[in-house]
Nanobody, 120 residues
């Protein structure tokens, strides 16, 4: 059983910052990727950022240079520092974990989501 618990969402003004955190618990395999997705009202869920155990990261073009993802391995926790927030960043942010057991067996898990609202 794997659980992902997010925290840190809220409402801010454009240009302000927020930091999200996600703690994974349960049976966590060493080789995994943790990341964040978001879903705006009426839109599909989209990838925001991800980070592997070796520290390599990937970002959506729309957040590159403004958002920074990091992780604390010992605590299986991932953070998303969001700076210069814009109204288009509004949405529900979901934590995501992919456990990379083999190239073909990679179960994934989702958090319950945390709302981020950016007003202009």
């Amino acid at each position: 059983q794997v659980q992902l618990v997010e925290s840190g969402g809220g409402e801010v003004q454009a240009g302000e910052s927020l930091i999200l955190s996600c703690a994974a618990s349960g049976s966590i395999f060493h080789y995994n990727t943790m990341g964040w997705y978001r879903q705006a009202p009426g839109k599909q869920r989209e990838a925001v950022a991800s980070i592997d155990v070796d520290g390599s990261t990937d970002y959506a073009v729309s957040v590159k240079g403004r958002f920074t993802i990091s992780r604390a391995h010992a605590k299986n926790t991932v953070f998303l520092q969001m700076n210069s927030l814009q109204p288009e960043d509004t949405g529900v942010y979901y934590c995501h974990l992919v456990q990379r057991y083999t190239p073909t067996y990679k179960p994934d898990y989702w958090g319950q989501g945390t709302q981020v609202t950016v007003s202009s």
